[in-house]
């Protein structure tokens, strides 16, 4: 099914076709999107959602990319990815910061900071934007998202309009909540406590630095791959001790800095991460019975 000629000129700003996805991915992979749009607004993004249910065109949501494998042939449908103009960030109260769903979420720490607002230091090691964070429940080093999540705006996507999720209405667990899927995350209520610009500051700093002292960086990689299987059984301890941890798949391998890290050396393609992939999990399992839980997402052809 294809968008109507009326819809593409509507619309023809923010919309493009054949969009290459792989400037959209960390790992730098992925096929073309067939329909590709940046909404201007909320009021546009509505308005298109209301014109797409007659085209019933499939939708796919993206974020900043930095856990999304995006397969070689891409993405049928329309990909919509927010942009600009839902990365504002604001003050609501003394201890409260409501930003856009696309504001990535170091910036949201940095903003904490310089407002003193602590807790939300953990942010600055959380690659991403803020709607995939609360997807994901993203969190590390003790904190996670939903500790300081308030509320946030979304999209339905069958009533086409805009409601408010307080955080009490959610169950949160490990690296997921139960979220119904059709929604579109808008913006997001964090709420942190005061405290002095130069103890949140230290706590950044400590944190960052301990990312860079185990994490690779710089690198084409998309995070960790899996979840932790428990709190004693970490993924990365598991494909160590199941000899995957020097694993290789064309020009895709596992990270000698952290084997939970999956890397793009330039030359792979997706199938090559993807096989990769496969290869480790189905090793762990053969080797210690657990099967590990992607924590990347795969879409696409």
């Known amino acids: 099914m294809r968008l109507n000629q009326e819809l593409i000129k509507k619309f023809s700003k923010n919309i493009s076709t054949n969009t290459k996805l792989s400037n959209y991915s960390w790992f730098n992979l992925g096929g073309p999107a067939e329909y590709f749009f940046k909404p201007k607004s909320k009021e546009q993004l509505i308005e298109f959602l209301k014109e797409n249910k007659s085209n019933k065109l499939k939708l796919t949501i993206i974020g900043a990319g930095s856990n999304l494998l995006i397969r070689d042939k891409g993405i049928k449908g329309v990909v919509i990815k927010l942009g600009l103009p839902f990365s504002d960030i604001k ?33 600055s090691c959380i690659p991403g934007s803020l709607g995939g964070a609360i997807i994901m429940n993203s969190g590390c080093y003790g904190n996670d998202i939903s500790k300081v999540l308030v509320s946030m705006k979304v999209i339905d996507l069958q009533s086409c309009k805009e409601k408010e999720i307080k955080r009490e209405d959610i169950e949160f667990f490990y690296r997921g909540s139960n979220l119904p899927n059709g929604l579109i995350i808008t913006s997001v209520k964090l709420k942190g406590k005061k405290q002095s610009i130069e103890i949140i500051e230290k706590k950044q700093y400590e944190l960052i630095h301990k990312k860079k002292l185990t994490q690779p960086s710089q690198i084409k990689t998309c995070g960790s791959t899996f979840k932790n299987f428990n709190d004693n059984q970490k993924a990365w301890q598991l494909i160590k001790q199941s000899g995957c941890d020097s694993f290789k798949e064309g020009d895709a391998e596992v990270s000698k800095k952290h084997c939970n890290f999956f890397v793009n050396n330039g030359k792979a393609n997706a199938s090559d991460i993807e096989k990769l992939i496969n290869k480790v999990k189905e090793t762990v399992s053969k080797k210690t019975g657990i099967d590990l839980e992607l924590e990347i997402k795969i879409i696409g052809d």
């Open 91 to 123: 003050l609501v109260d003394k201890e409260v910061i409501q930003a856009g769903a696309a504001t990535l979420d170091r910036k949201v720490s940095n903003f904490a900071k310089d407002n003193g607002i602590g807790n939300l230091e953990f942010l």
